[in-house]
């Protein structure tokens, strides 16, 4: 079953305060606008497989993880 936005936006910035990182330092490393990162926490809007994958890399963790599965 497919996680909705909310959720997986919760694991991201679970995840991403466990690694001691700000929005605008994965933001920069993503190259994006941090205001599109914190929408992604917050379930605003879709993220891509890529960006996912991105994601994945500088949390160090895997797809599944960050997904909560």
Same mark, same amino acid.
Not at 1 to 27: D, F, H, V, W
């Given at each position: 079953?497919?996680? =909705? +936005?909310?959720? #997986?936006?919760? =694991?991201?910035?679970? %995840?991403?305060?466990?690694?001691?990182?700000?929005?605008?330092? %994965?933001? @920069?490393?993503?190259? #994006?606008?941090? /205001?599109? !990162?914190? !929408? !992604? @926490?917050?379930?605003? *809007?879709? %993220? /891509?497989?890529? +960006? #996912?994958?991105?994601? *994945? @890399?500088?949390?160090?963790?895997?797809? =599944?993880?960050?997904?909560?599965?």
């Amino acid at each position: 079953m497919l996680k =909705n +936005k909310k959720e #997986i936006g919760r =694991n991201i910035k679970k %995840i991403r305060k466990q690694k001691g990182m700000t929005q605008l330092q %994965i933001a @920069e490393k993503m190259n #994006i606008h941090r /205001s599109t !990162y914190t !929408y !992604y @926490e917050i379930g605003k *809007c879709d %993220i /891509s497989a890529v +960006k #996912i994958l991105a994601l *994945c @890399e500088i949390l160090d963790t895997d797809p =599944n993880t960050l997904l909560g599965f």
